[in-house]
Structures are given as structure tokens and as C-alpha cells.
């Protein structure tokens, strides 16, 4: 990359990075009382694709370790936001769901969050975010290694 290919590289990845924990930081904020980003992530996960998953595969979808998705996992299960079965086909695995009271808390975070989100967003303007959206997303899967 040229310097001035770095640079740009440089101001961009700042800018990720200080949004990100903007973001974070204020999302943490509103969420009901005890729970965490990491639990809100997890449940929102499970709702939306509405299967189950694994430990394992649930810490590589959030490029975290076993243990730290085991944590935040246990931490669910002690709150009944999930259902931890053993895996019918590997007694050694463990296959993980959200639990009605999982959906409930969720929703309720998402009410919490929503009012954040949109005040963030609110000036910037539809076709704006649009247009981001593919770059995000492109620079995401490289990161991840799928380009």
C-alpha cells in the first residue's frame, strides 16, 4: 500500500473502532438491568436464526473462546433465557436454544436499545446507511477471511 493507502487504512480502522466502542458503550448502558452485551448478542443470535447451536459453534460465530461462550452461556441458563440439551448424536456436545423467557428478555432489550440506535442513526439518512451497508459488510468477510 502506498502512505497514502495507509493512511487511509489507518483514519478508517480509528473511526471503526472508536464507533464500535461508542456503540457498545451505549447500548451496554440501556440494556435492562443484569444483562450484559455478551447475553443480549447470544439471545438475538438464537432468535433470529431459530435453531440451535452448539458452544462451539456459537463461540466461533462471535470469534470468542469456548470458555468465555461457556460463561456467558451458563450465565443464560441460570437466568432460563436457554435450553442446554445434551446432543443426541455426541453425548459429549451440547446443543443450545433460547427459551421463551429467552425470546421475552430479548424483546425487552430491544425496546431498551431501539430509542439508542435510532438517535445514532437518526441524521445521518437511509440511502447514506445503505451504501455503507455493503462496504461494512465487504470489509467484514475479508477480515473474516471469505475474500
Do not use: C, Y
Not at 4 to 27: K, P, Y
Not at 35 to 60: D, G, K, T, W
Not at 112 to 122: D, F, G, K, S, T
Amino acid at each position: 500500500m502506498t502512505e497514502i493507502g495507509d493512511s487511509l487504512a489507518v483514519t478508517l480502522f480509528s473511526e471503526i473502532f472508536m464507533a464500535d466502542q461508542l456503540a457498545r458503550n451505549r447500548i451496554a448502558r440501556a440494556l435492562p438491568k443484569g444483562m450484559e452485551l455478551s447475553h443480549f448478542s447470544v439471545l438475538n443470535h438464537l432468535a433470529r436464526i431459530n435453531e440451535e447451536r452448539s458452544p462451539a459453534q456459537l463461540a466461533a460465530t462471535f470469534h470468542v473462546t469456548r470458555g468465555a461462550m461457556t460463561n456467558t452461556l451458563n450465565r443464560l441458563d441460570w437466568a432460563g433465557h436457554v435450553h442446554i440439551r445434551p446432543d443426541w448424536d455426541d453425548a459429549r456436545r451440547k446443543m443450545v436454544s433460547i427459551s421463551p423467557s429467552g425470546r421475552s428478555a430479548r424483546d425487552v432489550a430491544i425496546q431498551a436499545i431501539a430509542p439508542v440506535l435510532a438517535e445514532a442513526v437518526a441524521d445521518i439518512g437511509e440511502d447514506r446507511l445503505r451504501a455503507a451497508l455493503p462496504v461494512l459488510r465487504m470489509l467484514r468477510q475479508k477480515l473474516e477471511g471469505r475474500r
